[in-house]
């Protein structure tokens, strides 16, 4: 069954540092997203990605992160310089389909935790 | 302000025993996602729903469009089943609870 994979799976860096968090989303899909989950929170959407530029952000994607699909297989989300609260569970997943769509199905990826430190 | 709205936060249920989640919803949405996460963090989608009921194995979801309300209700639970549920609408975004966190003891 087709899945979409996250690496890596946990990271560890300094704060202040640059971190890409890298996504492979299903192979036919066409919207990208990036949701964040901080420890003991709901969920949150941070950006969507169709035709190689945003759709939709959220008020936290600000001018610090960043998200990129550098070849016809991964898609990036950076992090220029990371500040503790940045600390979160970051999802990625793709969908056939736009949002709005009846019947679109999104397909999350297993998650990288990331720690600042 | 929640678009989505989960209750209860937490449950204990035994095994064996009959479970609902049920989640409301305060914008425009095109479906209805039921999620399952597991302690290690992963997300697994169980349903998508935009009218009606679905069933899947011991696992019902449905949704009432005029109400704005979705029921997850899970029969025979089992230890197995302990994680966290979280509803998701998908208007021009995904728009996520706060999720359920269900606990089933042996």
């Known amino acids: 069954e087709p899945e979409v994979t996250q690496t890596p799976s946990h990271q560890v860096t300094q704060m202040g540092q640059e971190v890409i968090l890298r996504c492979v989303p299903i192979s036919n899909h066409l919207y990208f997203y990036w949701y964040r989950q901080i420890l003991g929170q709901k969920v949150e959407f941070l950006v969507s990605f169709y035709n190689n530029e945003i759709s939709e952000k959220s008020e936290i994607f600000d001018d610090q992160f960043s998200v990129e699909r550098p070849d016809g297989s991964n898609f990036t989300l950076k992090i220029r310089s990371t500040k503790l609260e940045d600390s979160a569970m970051y999802f990625c997943?793709?969908?056939?389909?736009?949002?709005?769509?009846?019947?679109?199905?999104?397909?999350f990826g297993q998650g990288t935790r990331l720690t600042v430190v | 302000k929640n678009e989505v709205e989960q209750s209860p936060q937490n449950l204990t249920a035994q095994e064996g025993e009959f479970i609902t989640i049920n989640c409301s919803y305060s914008?425009?949405?095109?479906?209805l996602h039921w999620l399952q996460q597991h302690p290690g963090g992963g997300i697994v989608s169980l349903f998508m729903l935009s009218s009606g009921k679905k069933k899947h194995g011991r696992l019902i979801a449905t949704i009432n469009i005029q109400e704005k309300h979705s029921s997850l209700h899970i029969t025979a639970s089992h230890p197995r089943d302990s994680a966290v549920y979280i509803c998701a609408v998908t208007g021009n975004q995904f728009y996520f609870g706060t999720g359920t966190s269900l606990t089933v003891i042996p």
């Open positions: 914008v425009g949405i095109s479906a």
């Open positions: 997943a793709s969908s056939e389909a736009p949002p709005g769509r009846k019947y679109t199905e999104a397909f």
